[in-house]
């Protein structure tokens, strides 16, 4: 007798994505950013707005 397993797993759970860090209210460098994420997925360049992702999430916010 063949006790391998002879069914299929069940569908994968896929999670939401997660929500895009948002740009710092008046923060230049964070605008810029939000604008080279969005043009990098206009293009289909989902590398090159993930690591705009990265830059918005650890850009320091610092008050004077």
Known sequence: MNSEKT??????RLMLPPELPRPAK????CAALAKQRQEARDRGDYSAATDANVEISNHPHRTR
């Open 7 to 12: 069914t299929m797993d069940g569908p994968p």
């Open 26 to 29: 008046g923060c230049d460098v």
